[in-house]
């Protein structure tokens, strides 16, 4: 099959060829011609398989095909939003819409937190057909009046799952409560949990429904390779491993913001470029570290999960679990970022003691037993008791408030308070307990971005 069977128009067919692609991937076969139809969506489909594409193609072709409507005011209303989790995640599907839609004569714009309001304001004052948005600062156009969103023709909830695990649910349901009743949803996520589903039934009126991976495998073509070490030898490891094999574009994930800055400052140490990127880094910062990395000049990135979410770097060739992620369906995510869109990647994890529970939590996850090897030179100490875990860095809040415990596994949610204490969370899978805390009354912001308090809910935009 290629895209021009998919019944696409010709200016949509043009941008994908000279962008480079030539087969649909199965998502894309599959949601394109769902979306075209006019329907709803319900698709499940993990970062990395080229959902992107698969509802951004059918929406250009959608507005191009269909003059807008002028409103009262007579100004061309927005057509299509899309909400995504992170700031990130917005960027980059708002760069696919300009690249795909690049003949289609359709203006866009992405629109998140952490950046000043005010060019944004300016911006929404001219055309904008297609609007891809964080719901935080979406929320906050909806309460300054500067947004006009009752036009709307097609919605996508990109990663819903993840907008949920975010805090998110109650900033989702104010923007739906601003929208025409008639319009087109579509709604992605990576997995299916409950919560989705009664979002879903809310939401999508007879959808199709399309599910390309299975639920929480890993790609087939991502190598994946656990070295067990000594906690406090990862540093060392991690710095062999680069140079001898020369790993020259290496994504690191750490569990805690602080973690993240520490290592990037020992790699720097060791001659190995490296940048931090999590939710206390500026925008600018982390848009010049992504792009630095992106473009081949850094050697390594060290993220945490949420910075890293979102991120789109077509081939990256190796990912490092320096601390596994104390939920499960992380360590997917994690690893989603290298063999995309079939290329090969290789995703590595350093597991000290303390983390075999987690790593155990994530074979059950997987259904796949993921073997530990020894590093010569790095055997780790046969006596080695476990410690408990930290979960945050100590002096601010944590990467992802209320995401303390293992979500798949954990034990009832605990508040807030309970969880920012750092350790001694259990590490590893206890008994089966319900899905992830809710937000948070008071309107914390997670992201480690001082609260606001005006809003129920994390932010991350
Ligand atoms: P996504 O899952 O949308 O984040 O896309 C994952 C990666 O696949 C991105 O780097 C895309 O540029 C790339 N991609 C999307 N569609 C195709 C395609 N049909 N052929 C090759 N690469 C693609």
Known sequence: MNFSDLGLAEEILRAVTEHGYTTPTPIQAQAIPAVLSGGDLMAGAQTGTGKTAGFVLPILQRLSSKPAQATAGGRSPIRALILTPTRELAAQVEESVRTYGKYARLSSMAMFGGVSINPQIQRLKSRLDILVATPGRLLDHVQQRTIDLSHVEILVL?????????????????????????????LFSATFSDEIKTLADGLLNNPALIEVARRNATAENIAQKVYEVNRDQKRQVLTHLIKTHQWYQVLVFTRTKHGANRLAEQLGKDDIPALAIHGNKSQGARTRA?????????????????????????????????????????????????????ADGEATSLVCVDEFDYLKGIERL????????????????????????????????GQRSGRGQPRSTSSPAKPRSAQAKPGPAKPGPSKPGPARPKARPGGEISGGRPSSGHRSGGRHS
């Open 366 to 397: 997987i259904k796949r037993s993921l073997p530990r090897e020894i590093i010569p030179g790095f055997e780790p100490d046969p006596n080695a008791r476990a410690q408990p875990i930290q979960m945050r860095s100590q002096d601010h809040q």
């Open 158 to 186: 990109d990663e819903a799952d993840r907008m949920l695990d975010m805090g998110f649910i109650k900033d989702i349901k104010k923007v739906l409560a601003l929208l025409p009743k008639q319009r087109q949803n579509l």
């Open 290 to 342: 992504l792009a630095e990395f992106k473009s081949g000049k850094l050697q390594v990135l060290v993220a945490t999960d949420i910075a890293a979410r979102g991120i789109d770097i077509s081939e990256l060739p190796h990912v490092v679990n320096y601390e596994l992620p104390n939920i499960s369906e992380d360590y997917v995510h994690r690893i989603g970022r290298t063999g995309r869109a079939g």
